[in-house]
Every structure is written in C-alpha cells, then in structure tokens.
C-alpha cells in the first residue's frame, strides 16, 4: 500500500468537493502534498514530492492545480518578488492531524471541538486565537486501520 490509497486522500477530497471544485488527481496529489507539508514550497518542490510518490505529473500540471486551489482558499500562498511563490497549508480551520506512527497515515479532523477547546485555554491565558496547528501521534488499532485493513 502505497500513501496515495483512497482514504488517506479523504480529507483532501472532501475539502475540494466543499469548495465546489471537480476533482482531479493533480488537483488532489498537489493538495494532499501541500497538506501534508511542515513548511511553505514551491510548486518545483512539489513536483519532487509528488515524483516521490510516483505520482509523475508536468510541473505546468502543477502550477496549475497550485492556482485553482489557491484561488479556492484551499491553500496559502506567499510571493517573494515577481519568481517565486510558496504554498502551503490554510490556516486555522483544518490543521488538526492525527498521525500514525505504524502505517504513516495522517488523518485530517475538521472538529470545531478542538478550536473551542483551543479558545477557551487561550482566553484563560489572556491570548485570542490567530492560527493553531495540532499534530497528535498515534497509532492505528491492529483490526482496525482504516488506511490498510491490517
Ligand atoms: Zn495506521
């Protein structure tokens, strides 16, 4: 099994599908990449990522799927000068993750649970909330890993 199975791309899916975007697998590879990102890149570091994952796609194929998802709020972007622009992971709505340590999936909680839990403990500390991202490590229950049905 590869990291490119059906459900590991859930959360991406369902994202593209809300912003009313038909989903393609460009469009889905490049935002699942930029998802799973721990720091802003650039659409060449993109097509490596994705050549990683054998996932073989033209980088005109990849500037592309960076500006419709871009323009969708589906991702941030930043511009340094007029030649390069970084891509990265929205801010504070979807950044909770569960990562497993045993099969690498990494699960995406859209929860507003987590945000009120978050906003509570910061007013308490006299702080509002600007952007959060929690990645909690975890490891799939053997019978019941969604990602390969071990
Ligand atoms: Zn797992």
């Known amino acids: 099994m590869t990291k490119w199975d059906a459900f590991s791309r859930s959360g991406a899916l369902m994202r593209l599908r809300r912003a009313g975007l038909s989903v393609t697998v460009p469009r889905l ?4 990449v930029i998802e799973e990102s ?3 890149i650039d659409a ?4 490596r990522r994705l050549l990683d994952q054998n996932e073989d796609v033209a980088l ?3 500037y ?6 871009h323009r969708a709020g589906l991702l941030a972007c930043h511009h340094y ?3 390069r622009a970084v891509y990265g992971p929205i ?3 979807c950044t909770s993750r569960l990562m497993c340590g045993r099969c690498g999936h990494i699960q995406w909680v859209d929860d507003p649970r987590v945000l009120a839990l978050i906003e509570g403990i910061c007013q308490e500390h ?3 909330v600007s952007d959060y991202t929690l990645s909690v490590h975890v490891a799939c229950q053997p019978g019941r890993c969604a990602r390969s049905g071990q």
Do not use: D
């Open 29 to 32: 590879a490049v935002l699942q």
């Open 38 to 40: 721990a720091e802003m």
């Open 44 to 47: 060449a570091q993109v097509q």
């Open 60 to 62: 005109a194929t990849v």
């Open 64 to 69: 592309s799927a960076l500006n419709v998802l």
């Open 81 to 83: 000068g007029q030649s």
């Open 91 to 93: 801010g504070a709505r």
């Open 126 to 128: 006299g702080f509002g």
